[in-house]
């Protein structure tokens, strides 16, 4: 998620350079073929073979287009390179996003709305999921065809809760029943640790919703940063690391990613999301499963979702158009999106659910669907990277022990109040 804070800062600044003077794609008229361009990053190495197969599906289908993929994975700075394509005129006709991006690019016009050419190619908004079809929305019109979600729960290490004498844990645990099996599991030798979720914004936006907290106001006139309830938020997940010693530091972390630890099987609790349960089925040698991620007062859970957007200046709307309903809805591709479980598909269709959910390992995968409803969302801010910055730079603080976590939030307080619009 570290990556995500890195990259959205450069979306406001540079898509508001965008100029509609530039088209992404070619439409071939002489050789009767169209070539529509794609930039994607979720299918990453990993499913890059499964969003091909997806392709070759489509162009059998329709041979009367070719689909050109331009690949990046995430953490290859594939939203810097976007909005550097987009301002430069490079646009690709349809490019995929994630949730945090979507609002930027659709505050500052980079993506065409959808409803007429729902319209005129006949095809039903019908076949997604309501909520998901309302997540793409703005100013009343569809932005995005949605192509996948997912959501993140408490990963765990069965044989170390058996070795630690812990139960596993359930759907109505609380953060002192996670706090209580991490300090028994990390007892059990050095470099073994019960829990890890990483001290960043990201993190801290949702769980200090599982404490009664919250960023702004309900009505969204103020911030509210610095709430007691937020500030007992932060020192409950610093307290972690440096009071209850649950946690690995970032030096005894030693640049480990914290996915290796699980899979060495030296942690016993990691919040991550569903995405991981692929790397997890082909690395780890030992029982796991997965749970509600646990609250305080109440629940709360990340939703992610990415989208795939046209261009406002494609040359070639109805084929593009084509191109990424056919991703997401067409039942040859939603069945690929299964098989290789990259994360969940947008159909409104219980039948797929169910598939999901029989596909073990892991058990228990109900919880996958149960974490949706506690599902939230940060702060819909045209200048939320702004806001991601200052409050991310000042928990970074507090997390490396440089400042206490009342300090750090008065003063995240003081400078999104001042800096930021509302």
């Known amino acids: 998620m570290n990556l995500r804070i890195r990259t959205i800062g450069m979306v406001f ?35 890059a073979d499964t969003l091909q197969a997806m392709v070759d599906l489509f162009e059998a289908e329709n041979p009367d287009i070719k689909v050109e993929l331009e690949s990046m994975g995430y953490g290859d ?27 930027a690019y659709a505050i500052r016009g980079a993506v065409r709305p959808l409803d007429e050419l729902f319209a005129s190619t006949g095809m039903s908004k019908d076949i997604y999921g309501e909520g998901l079809l309302d997540a793409v929305r703005f100013n009343n019109q569809v932005m995005a065809i949605p192509q996948s979600f997912s959501t993140v729960v408490l990963i765990y290490n069965k044989d170390l809760f ?60 103020r911030f509210t940063i610095n709430s007691p309830q937020n500030i007992e938020t932060l020192q409950y997940m610093v307290d972690r690391v440096w009071k209850h010693e649950v946690m690995p530091n970032r030096e005894q972390l ?33 029982p796991w499963g997965i749970e509600i991620e646990p609250g305080n007062t109440s629940k709360a859970t990340h939703f992610f979702g990415n989208v795939a957007a046209l261009s406002t200046t494609t040359k070639n709307p109805e084929a593009t158009f084509r191109f990424v309903n056919f991703l997401a809805s067409d039942p040859r591709a939603v069945q690929l999106r299964l098989d ?38 940060p702060p819909a801010l045209e ?17 490396d022990g440089l400042m206490s976590p009342k300090e750090a939030l008065d003063l995240a307080q003081e400078e999104a109040t001042a800096r930021i619009r509302l």
């Open 254 to 286: 030693a640049n480990r990613p914290e996915g290796d630890l699980f899979v060495e099987g030296k942690l016993g609790m990691w919040l991550n999301g569903v995405w991981a349960f692929t790397d997890l089925r082909n690395r780890v040698d030992f």
């Open 13 to 47: 600044l540079m898509l508001g350079l965008i100029v509609p003077v530039f088209a992404g794609g070619d439409s071939e008229a002489d050789s009767g073929v169209t070539t529509i361009r794609y930039a994607n990053f979720s299918a990453g190495e990993e499913n």
């Open 162 to 221: 058996d070795q630690a004498g812990v139960g596993y844990p359930t759907s109505d645990w609380t953060w002192d029943d996670s706090l209580e099996a991490a300090r028994k599991i990390s007892a059990l030798g050095d470099d073994v640790w019960g829990a890890f979720n990483p001290i960043q914004f990201w993190e801290f936006y949702k769980v200090v919703q599982q404490n009664g907290g919250s960023l702004m106001s309900e009505d969204g006139s």
């Open 77 to 103: 700075n594939y939203f810097t390179t976007l909005v550097t394509r987009i301002a430069g005129g490079d646009a690709p006709d349809a490019f995929e996003l994630n949730m945090e991006q979507f609002l």
């Open 340 to 377: 290789a479980q990259w994360e969940l598909p947008t159909v409104a269709d219980p039948a797929i659910m169910d598939q999901y959910i029989s596909d073990t390992p892991p058990e228990n995968k109900i919880a996958v669907v149960e974490s949706l409803q506690y599902a939230v969302k």
């Open 383 to 399: 200048q939320f990277s702004e806001l991601t910055n200052i409050v991310n730079t000042l928990i970074e603080q507090v997390r």
